[in-house]
């Protein structure tokens, strides 16, 4: 399992949950559609820059996968970090 910590951080930030919420709920996008969907459904003032710094904290703590689909990168949420999380509290 990915660092502990490193799932905190992550989770800590309104706007990184907000991708999580957003990756849920439609499996996978590109980038650009999250940007998009962040930006109109949420009235976020961000740029896909930003995003991607969040994103690059979200894939460290295990929480976000990127794969490459023809010329597009794909986001896809991971829940294992979360699940691996609370099994840890739970059992």
Same mark, same amino acid.
Request: no cysteine; hydrophobic share 40%; charged share 35%.
């Given at each position: 399992?990915? *660092?502990?910590? @490193? /799932?905190?951080?992550? =989770? !800590?930030? !309104?706007?990184?949950?907000? +991708?999580?919420? &957003?990756?849920? #709920?439609? *499996?996978?996008?590109? =980038?650009?559609?999250?940007?998009?969907? =962040?930006?109109?459904?949420?009235?976020?003032?961000?740029?896909?820059?930003? +995003? @991607?710094?969040?994103? !690059?904290?979200?894939?460290?703590?295990?929480? /976000?996968? !990127?794969?490459?689909?023809?010329?597009?990168?794909?986001?896809?949420? $991971?829940? #294992?970090?979360? &699940? $691996?999380? =609370?099994?840890?509290?739970?059992?």
């Amino acid at each position: 399992m990915k *660092n502990k910590d @490193a /799932v905190f951080k992550a =989770l !800590s930030d !309104s706007t990184r949950r907000l +991708i999580l919420d &957003e990756l849920s #709920e439609r *499996n996978e996008m590109t =980038l650009y559609e999250l940007t998009v969907r =962040l930006i109109t459904k949420h009235h976020l003032a961000i740029t896909r820059q930003a +995003i @991607a710094k969040h994103l !690059s904290i979200l894939d460290e703590a295990g929480l /976000v996968k !990127s794969t490459k689909k023809g010329k597009y990168r794909v986001l896809t949420f $991971n829940k #294992e970090p979360l &699940e $691996n999380l =609370l099994e840890d509290w739970i059992r």
